[in-house]
């Protein structure tokens, strides 16, 4: 087991050694996770890192090589301390797939000020990047009108951050990822056939010999494959394909230029040569808008890399965790423009009969069950589940299937003009109800 | 051994399979590492990573688990040559904390075919993420002008590409982390000290309480920490933090606010408080833009957090992993605008006798040490190092000290427009000789 105890900044430390000293360790806190507001003129976000943050939780201990490293800079009760840390308290949360707004909160950790505190980095880390991954994934495939998404951006972001954005991306609904990594831990369906290499791979001293690649592709892996027809001239290169491998080839991929003139082209071409059941894989560059600006076009399937597991130019969720609870007094940070809003909250979302909602709810004091003011007519559904008791992840919780299923469906619940692309607020509101003064 | 193996996309995996039939495995392929531009505006960039992917590819072994999980989708002739896989090849390549310019060769693989092919996706996550952060870790340090800065963005970005950030981020000159992974595994300088749920921890029946969290943060970390001031009003916090610390206290920590306006207030009332030694830290959302626009104020110390993770709006490097010669015959892709250069490349950058750079030089078809025409009167520097020699990581590689002064001393001879930080053009030109007909 890798502990992930030292993905963590300094600073949980250093309070936690203060707090020790002031006796303040087991200050009964309650914590939460939320964003201020969502990426610039997006309208929703989707939770995304829950399961994986729940898998760090379990592995967040201080072992003897974590403690020898933390020498220098910590005290003796501060190393037996974290020594024996293991997580014991509570935390609810929004489950993973939920869609989320400005103030939702994700995430709600019960404990100690110290066994709350050192968990802050960590929590954050996952659920920023799975988040911002999600959301723009959840856009790419709106704009992909059920046509299916392939993710093959792990080469444009960091090797294991290619893996959860694998995950993220299949969680929000894409449907395969190039990651081989991300098909083994986390089960997502993987795909992909060659690159321009290959092909490349096959001139001689005579020149290219496109024919050749695509024969020794189609050898291995068969009519059904998908073979990449622009490392040369494309019409050749589709001419290529289907004289080699028939008109039962699987699909071409076409990796650069444009697109949508390129689409049409090839459909025809391929067409005119009666392999009107082959698919035509477009890839090069695509964000939501260059996949909804293809929309007419006779695109199949749409590979997705930078921009996707960049969070398409918001590659952080911004959300941060806060100490908004101490020995049940509401507190919250004052200065400037950075206001949190004190105090354990319930969360709620008003739907309409229909099904679309309408309002996001938050109220401090407010037990779940009892009925919330305002919603006569409305149904009402609570957001936060329960993830973690007495430091044990609860049993039975949605399975990354489910939480694929549950992005799918609320994206339906959200008013029409929420899967909008363009800049715009957030799809519903979100309401205050009975606001504790802060200290 | 965790294994990096996986950390692959399947249509690598896919390409041996074809290749293995065809009988091309062993052809000998020299592929290269570049990025076509910079990202948007920028006059340099910064190789980051090259050791990071040394690490890696000493652990890119696929052992049983692996090939179990691959057993789906590859062929028993596939696994079993991967099984037997460990790389034997020679890679060149620019010195970490080398500047880059478009085209630059920055990593050139030799080996057969399907020996370099696989390592396609590793080696991209890492050189474009790391890269990528090192390039606006350098812009934010020049624009700090010789104050330190220190990386606290962690909790903006995937939880272990926070770790490399922070090396990252070192290598360019940032001074600290806030990681303490990243100060086990690179030997990074971590700090910090404390968050705002430490003074809020300390709110009780009667109202907030910071003296109360500055006198135990005090006993803990000594007069010489850093106190935040901006829980509630700063004023009174920079009052309360000397009443508490004495005019000894080290520095103080503005989070929020317009940091200009405030940082000349409060260095005032450090002043007047007789705290002339006090230092004045500031963050909160700083980029490179921020900083330089906070040179002319009393701010001791930067604290910089999403944009730096994030390569402040550039979070990759753009790089590609290109075939470019097959048994000695430069191929390059042909269609559309993305052509490549074919042919395995040396590269040279010339400089004055002053020391400033004046051209990047890429040459075909002559050894190192040839001189290299149009260069009379300048110095010519060779770009490339022996990295990895019949599959050995060369002894006596730089280590991250020695490249972060690199880097330093890299900023240094770029023309004085090099380090603008509004958007240009590439501080020096990329000039191709002998270029050949590729295939």
Redesign the interface.
Known sequence: M?S?A??????????L??????G?TD?S?V?EVFARRLPDGRRYGVVAGTGRVLD?LEKFRFGEE?LA??RP?L?ADTLDWLAEYRFNGQIDGYREGELYFPGSPILTVRGG?AEG?IL???I???L??DSAVASAAARMVNAAAGRPVIE?G???????????SARAAYLAGVDHT????A??TYGVP?????????T??????D??DER?AF???V???GVGTTLLV?????TT?VQNAIEVAGPELGAVRI???DLGVLARQVRQQLDDLGATGTKIVVS?DLDEYAIASLRAEPVDLYGVG?SL???SGS??A?MV???VE??G?P????????ESHGGAKRAVRAARSTGTIVEEILLRDSARGQSVPGTDGLDVTELQIPLVRDGERVEGLPTLEESRRHVAHGLVTLPWEGLGLSHGDPAIPTRYLNEPES?
Chains 1, 2 share one sequence.
Request: aromatic content about 6%.
């Open positions: 890798t992930t030292l993905l963590t900044d300094q600073y949980e430390l250093t309070m050694s203060a707090a020790l000293r002031a303040t200050r806190c914590f760090a974590e490293s933390l800079i005290d000020f505190v802050e980095t960590l954050l880390s996952i920023n990047h093959m792990g080469r444009r972001t960091h090797e294991q951050a290619a893996v959860a190039s990651n081989l990594e098909a083994r993987s795909a992909g056939t060659a690159a321009h290499a290959f490349l791979s096959f001139a001689n001293a020149g290219s050749a024969a020794a592709q050898a291995a892996l622009d490392t040369y001239d494309i290169g990796d650069s230029g090069g930078t597991v960049t969070g590659p952080t911004g965790y806060k100490l101490v020995d007094i507190v919250a940070k004052r200065s400037s423009r950075k200290r």
